[in-house]
């Protein structure tokens, strides 16, 4: 499977790490009342079959972290964004 690096370009999936779901969130609060939003964030993790983003680290390349868009069971991509960009554009889209 070849994963198109935003900064490489088509790469051997080999060179990558995949992290998993992109969607997940780290909890903005330490209060103790938060626990079941910490639990979740670091511990529980959806296993879809289908379209889903994912999390893919370029180790043995640009080292970046990047945003694939994949069906996990065809395996074909859809797409793919540095990471960075996908964060500031959601940071953006929460401050306007
Ligand atoms: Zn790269």
């Not at 996990?72 to 991509?77: A, D, G, P, S």
């Given at each position: 499977m070849l994963i198109k690096c935003p900064y490489c370009g088509p790469r051997p999936s080999e060179e990558f790490t995949i992290l998993g779901d992109a969607s997940v969130r780290r909890p903005t609060s330490n209060d103790p009342a938060t626990m079941d939003q910490w639990f979740d964030y670091v511990y529980l993790r959806d296993n879809p079959k289908g379209r889903y983003k994912e999390y893919w680290h370029h180790g043995g390349g640009c080292r970046s972290w990047i945003v694939v868009d994949r069906?996990?069971?065809?395996?074909?991509?859809f797409g793919t964004q540095a990471a960075r960009d996908v964060t500031l554009a959601e940071n953006k889209k929460g401050n306007s």
């Open positions: 069906d996990t069971q065809t395996h074909e991509i």
